[in-house]
């Protein structure tokens, strides 16, 4: 190991130095300032004789006299069982005052990519107790769902809410050696650029129904390093691959905020001076991007499986910005959050008309969930679209100059939503009671108009009387 | 790729000089552009893209953690080619046509190791080479000497290649051979293996292009009825994200009768290729019932991979896709997403700190995507034959924005449309194919194959359809103003008529087992079965049925079911039949 003293620059997160002996790219970097803090930073260009340092803490209190270790490695994460129950801080340091941890094994953060040849397919239904998401945009085992949201929604909540209640429901057919501990997920939560309320908010929620036993926590909050939010969600990755893939546990894996990840990586970008893409992110976001959220999925062979719900604030509500945009092209859908539904009261408010689950239809139907899962849900799409397109013109015509039929589907969409989506974060629906729900709601619509679903379907599950009560009531 | 055989003296080593992401500059370096070069200590495969003086800048197909100047670049002398031979279909390659099966192996692990190096066939495996020439006969470069089973469905031909100069046979051999074995041997000393190698970069050679009047029949209504691709076309699907791009394109890869699908994903979502790898198996291909593997090449190149190996996957796509089409098949290839691959250029040549065009794309972005589009075609070859490639490139523009460089730039070039509307994808209408907004430009040359092969009066049915679809397009205008009350009797009824072709025509069930394929007589049997309900219900209301009667009749919600049905041919004489008697008994 090396110790120069040659800094010849110091830039925003950046700095450089002059070296007389090859640097790997990537390698991790030790600086000492005069105060004897310890910063560490990571090699972003090498060249024969000068490198580029990022410094994860930032350069504040660095100068010329600082001296910098190159450790002749990339960023490494020590990894354990151990680490469930533990709260470390975006570098991966303790800080809930526990007992130092002793790494069973040092893992490269930057993950390699899994071999598509070698990865299972995703189809084992997770069921949330969230309508809006079991019945509309199911989750399954091995998925990227994210969350869009805005600033002030509630998706801390919802995040919670299927981090309290996710299971993996009869799971004893079959093949369920290696994870008799059932359906429970291990959690793993990484925060980046969270304020102090939010994660106080999330870790009295662990505390409080002791999930935290079965979490790992990685902490970025709003006043630490942004450049330490590039590192963070890659500690987690990589802690949660080491569980899923090595020790046989189902990974749930939730990164909050991503759009702070991707302000970060503009940081970076400007104080690199590099050519910006669109708004000003760098036009790698892509790949940037892809390299977290790819790390998701099962591979064959192996018991456990590594699902990811990143959060991301929508800046502007707006889903054509570079950050929704680009995680939508890579993720296996998103579930949508609604300001209007919020404003209505509606808990948790999923707007299920631009959400979407990539991967439903492979987890769903006869053996999955139910025969009719399919159909109901496509249903229930065609018919609330209709509504909301009707209620445009209700607003100009009034409900009166409405034909019956029209006014039916008007009614479904309210129904839709304030009771099928709304529900509440301490309910825990089975996928049975959603679907139940959603045959109460279709069964105010005329037979007829059921036209996405299976003749053979509508016979067992329509509700004759309903119409029948509703026809009365008419 | 396989090492350098027979160089010029041209690789002479050099040095890493400095390394930022995939791009690494190395000196002393004797190297052509292009060449293949393997990069430090662990011998990472790159290529080179730029020489300025003692420079050279080289661009990685694999991850660059950990490499530092000093180490060394081992140069091949030779371009990024791809191994051709028997062997390729039933496979999965990664963007450097590696077989990702042979590296899991070699690599013993699910991720995906760096400075692995697997050849794109299979050297050791012996074939059946039957010969299809004579000792004393004269061949000429893409002649077939042979031929090998291949796959169950693909017979794999054996051909001069097209660099060779050709003579008499002086010995042809027949029996198990592996693809390094010579199998003929020409008067002028050349000798013919199974195993050919063409640099991706370079089109393989072929004759005069010829107008496609054959139609890819992709077994989609709403793409074969409407904006239908012809063998040797191109086409572009847009579309933003959730919009179903990728099933469109799966719907193609399964069910259109190419002899041979290459399917790229390009910088997407591994678990999609994981779907394709345990769907295609086991599918049946509806022109033989084999497996469709047995005429599918993989490509998967995800978005997680090394993105210099995305820049070059599209073109060790096409370039199987051309050696096929030299064997005389018609080869459909399959390019999920080209944006990616525009945008793998761009994030290299931003390293390389290139002058910017629009939107921080290279400004040689137009000429490379048209450069690719242009390999498509329908050509006569080298040998006399005729062979095809269409191309369906899929496009992702960001945020749902066509006025994008990428989807214009290939709006140029394509000549098929089909633009995917998240709209429609929301309420789950799918193919979810914007009717007004997709076009195709070979609708006139491809009419008369339908109209000889499925109905000669196809062109007036589909143009029927066409108008229904634009009045109600129209009409929905007023609608959203007034109701749909207020309109008068017969718009009301062209309303309803408009619904069951967006419905039960358009709308199309790529999960149902019998929805997911489409015949083209069905379709158009489908098509025809609304038409009489519009004929006759249009009688009905002229002869002063009020329209709710019309629209009340039993038999008319059974079009919905068209599409699943099975014996659809009954199925549709049943309802057509009782659709008359039903509508007739009104008045």
Known sequence: MKEYQTITEISGPLVFAEVDEPVGYDEIVEIETPQGETLRGQVLESSEGIVSIQVFEGTGGIDRNASVRFLGETMKMPVTEDLLGRVLDGSGNPIDGGPEIIPDQRQDIVGEAINPFSREYPEEFIQTGVSAIDGMNTLVRGQKLPIFSGSGLPHNELALQIARQATVPEESDGDSEGDEDGSEFAVIFGAMGITAEEANEFMDDFERTGALERSVVFMNLADDPAVERQVTPRLALTTAEYLAFEKGYHVLVILTDMTNYCEALREIGAAREEVPGRRGYPGYMYTDLAQLYERAGRIEGKDGSVTQIPILTMPGDDDTHPIPDLTGYITEGQIVMDRNLNSQGIEPPVNVLPSLSRLMDDGIGEGLTREDHGDVSDQMYAAYAEGEDLRDLVNIVGREALSERDNKFLDFADRFETEFVQQGYDTNRSIEETLELGWDLLSDLPKAELNRIDEELIEEHYREDEQEAAEVEA | ?587
């Not at chain 2, 137009?366 to 040998?383: H, Q, T």
Request: contains cysteine; charged residues 25%.
């Open chain 2, 1 to 587: 790729m396989s090492q350098a055989t027979d160089t010029e003296a041209v690789d002479q080593d050099g040095v890493i000089e400095s390394v930022s992401g995939p791009v690494v500059t190395a000196t002393d370096l004797d190297a052509r552009m292009n060449d293949v070069v393997y990069v430090g200590d662990e011998g990472l495969m790159g290529e080179v893209i730029e020489i300025e003086g003692n420079l050279t800048t080289i661009q990685v197909y694999e991850e660059t953690s950990g490499v530092g100047p000093g180490e060394p670049v081992e140069n091949t002398g030779e371009p990024l080619s791809v191994d051709l031979g028997p062997g390729m279909m039933d496979s999965i390659y990664d963007g450097v046509q590696r077989p990702l099966d042979v590296l899991e192996d070699k690599m013993g692990t699910a991720f995906l190791d760096r400075g692995v190096d697997a050849p794109g066939i299979d050297l050791e495996k012996e074939w059946e080479f039957t010969p299809e020439v004579e000792e004393g006969d004269a061949v000429e470069p893409g002649d077939v000497v042979g031929t090998v089973p291949e796959t169950v469905t693909i017979e794999h031909k054996v051909m001069v290649p097209p660099d060779y100069e050709g003579g008499e046979i002086t010995t042809i051999k027949s029996g198990e051979f592996n693809v390094e074995e010579t199998v003929a041997e020409l008067d002028s000393g050349e000798e013919i293996q199974m195993h050919q190698e063409w640099p991706v970069r370079q089109a393989r050679p072929a004759g005069d292009k010829e107008t496609p009047t054959e139609p890819l029949v992709t077994g989609q209504r709403v793409q074969d009825g409407l904006f239908p691709l012809a063998k040797g076309g191109t086409a572009a699907i847009p579309g933003p994200f959730g919009s179903g791009k990728t099933v469109t394109q799966q719907q193609l890869a399964k069910w259109s009768d190419a002899d041979i699908v290459v399917y790229i994903g390009c910088g997407e979502r591994g678990n999609e290729m994981t779907e394709v790898i345990e769907d295609f198996p086991e599918l049946p291909d509806p022109q033989t019932g084999n497996p469709l593997m047995a005429r599918t090449c993989l490509i998967a190149n995800t978005s997680n991979m090394p993105v210099a190996a995305r820049e070059s996957c599209i073109y060790t796509g096409i370039t199987i896709a051309e050696y096929y089409r030299d064997m005389g098949y018609d080869v459909a290839l399959m390019a999920d997403s080209t944006s990616r691959w525009a945008e793998a250029m761009r994030e290299i040549s931003s390293r390389l700190e290139e002058m910017p065009g629009e939107e921080g794309y290279p400004a040689y972005l137009a000429a490379s995507l048209s450069e690719f589009y242009e390999r498509a075609g329908k050509f006569e070859l080298i040998n006399g034959g005729e062979g095809s490639i269409s191309v369906v490139g899929a496009v992702s523009p960001p945020g749902g924005d066509f006025s994008e460089p990428v989807t214009q730039n290939t709006l140029r070039i394509v000549k098929t449309f089909w633009a995917l509307d998240a709209d429609l994808a929301e309420r789950r209408h799918f193919p979810s194919i914007n009717w007004n907004e997709s076009y195709s430009l070979y609708k006139d040359q491809l009419d008369p194959w339908w109209e000889s092969n499925v109905a000669g009066d196809w062109s007036d049915v589909r143009q029927w359809a066409v108008d229904v679809l634009d009045e109600e397009d129209e009409l929905q205008e007023i609608v959203q103003l007034v109701g749909k009350d207020a309109l008068p009797e017969d718009q009301q009824l062209t309303m309803e008529v408009a619904r069951y072709i967006r419905e039960a025509w358009l709308q199309q069930n790529a999960l149902h087992d019998v929805d997911t394929y489409c015949e083209p007589e069905k379709t158009y049997r489908m098509l025809g079965a609304i038409k009489t309900f519009n004929d006759e219900a249009f009688e009905a209301l002229e002869a002063g049925v009020p329209v709710e009667e019309i629209q009340d009749v039993d038999a008319t919600p059974r079009l919905n079911r068209m599409g699943t049905a099975e014996e659809w041919n009954e199925f549709i004489d049943e309802i057509e039949s009782d659709l008359k008697e039903q509508l007739r008994a009104l008045y």
